[in-house]
């Protein structure tokens, strides 16, 4: 059985909790990976600095995150592959790379670029903008050592360097399906869960909901729960606020496990990510998606998705990649014309659940890092 190493170089460890999505991701992938490599999962952080003048200094495009990579090579045995999740590039982690070829020149390098293109995403605040100057210089160095990027985009080649295109993947039967004792009528639930950024794009939910409710007749009572927190959070609460909407859009904080499942069982409809337009995403592949599948839930999203442009299917509702606000009235016809057709919800999360199963389970979208990596 091959050797081989899952590496995610992140932040401090203090800040672990703000990795928990993707650190749940990082498993599913481990955990398929393991049915056919004896695969090792490191989680390397950065060393916290001590005095606030040395996190300045360290965004500097000079200057590299302090990583002890040498600790981790030393812990390497004879790896066929090294999969890596994307890091800012900076010169250690290009000598990281480097001193992986020089010891095992037949491993194979793959790094995971997430999402792509993702400097408008990544790159927001002034702060960073040193960190984008870093990342641009030295990424021209990741040809000399990465062999293959694993991406979700349709590019073949990414910063000269051929890439693996795959979905994103889930384990599905990790994730319980939602569970209705009773069919609602009165009311049309949705559901976001996730950190709130601006690619997200809510306010076109909450502002829709203005709309709907501005109107004099509504076909259903609609609300809104929003799990989760950051950057956006403030700005989302204001405009809730500002169109008297707090008790059609309500904010739930962070929520895990049972608590979370609780509130995805009371609810209709996922909302997936309605503000790619802002980060130059045109097809997305979010982990979000996977997630409202796997639970059997139909979903809206704000431009195409990579697992519905391969499959047809009719629990998806597509709106256009801009600002423009969700029609809450047509979400609720839709959701009743599948209503009528599936017969119960229960029936409905069962068809979408298989559907995940067969198209976006990990065991499916794992395939091509496999046929890459070899058996």
Not at 228 to 239: I, K, N, Q, V
């Amino acid at each position: 059985m091959k050797k081989g190493y899952y590496i995610f170089p992140c932040g401090y460890e203090s800040t672990t909790k703000e990795y928990s999505g993707v650190l749940k991701k990082i498993d599913m992938q481990c955990t398929e990976l393991r049915k056919y490599y004896d695969v090792d999962y490191k989680l390397i952080f950065e060393k916290k600095p001590k005095a606030k003048i040395v996190k300045v200094i360290r965004r500097l495009p000079w200057v590299s995150a302090n990583r002890d990579y040498d600790r981790l090579i030393e812990e390497f045995d004879n790896p066929a592959f090294v999969y890596i999740r994307r890091v800012t590039a900076d010169k250690c982690f290009i000598a990281f790379l480097r001193k992986i070829k020089e010891k095992y020149p037949n491993c194979k390098i793959i790094e995971e670029i997430y999402s792509y293109p993702y400097e408008a995403d990544e790159y927001q605040r002034l702060i960073d903008k040193p960190n984008l100057w870093k990342d641009r210089y030295y990424r021209k160095q990741l040809k000399l050592y990465v062999d293959r990027l694993a991406t979700y985009s349709d590019d073949k080649e990414i910063f000269g360097i051929k890439t693996i295109n795959q979905m994103n993947g889930i384990n599905v039967n990790s994730i319980p399906r939602i569970r209705r004792n009773e069919e609602k009528k009165e009311t049309l639930d949705l559901i976001f869960v996730g950190y709130m950024q601006k690619h997200h794009g809510l306010e076109r939910i909450i502002r829709g909901l203005r709309d709907y409710y501005n109107c004099d007749i509504q076909k259903r009572v609609v609300i809104a729960h929003l799990v989760g927190d950051g950057p956006e959070t403030a700005f989302y609460r204001e405009l809730t606020e500002k169109y008297n909407l707090s008790s059609k859009v309500i904010f739930h904080g962070k929520m895990y496990g049972e608590e979370l499942d609780r509130i995805y069982d009371m609810c209709d409809i996922g909302i997936s990510s309605l503000g790619f337009y802002k980060i130059n995403i045109q097809v997305s592949s979010a982990l979000k998606s996977r997630e409202y599948l796997a639970k059997g839930m139909p979903m809206i999203n704000g431009n195409p998705t990579d697992v519905f442009e391969q499959y047809d299917c009719d629990f998806y509702k597509e709106f256009p990649n801009n600002d423009s606000f969700i029609d809450i009235d047509s979400v609720v016809s839709w959701y009743s014309t599948l209503l009528e057709k599936y017969g119960t919800t229960e029936k409905l999360s069962i068809a979408i659940r298989q559907y995940a199963l067969e198209h976006i389970d990990n065991s499916i979208t794992i395939k091509p890092i496999r046929n890459y990596i070899g058996d």
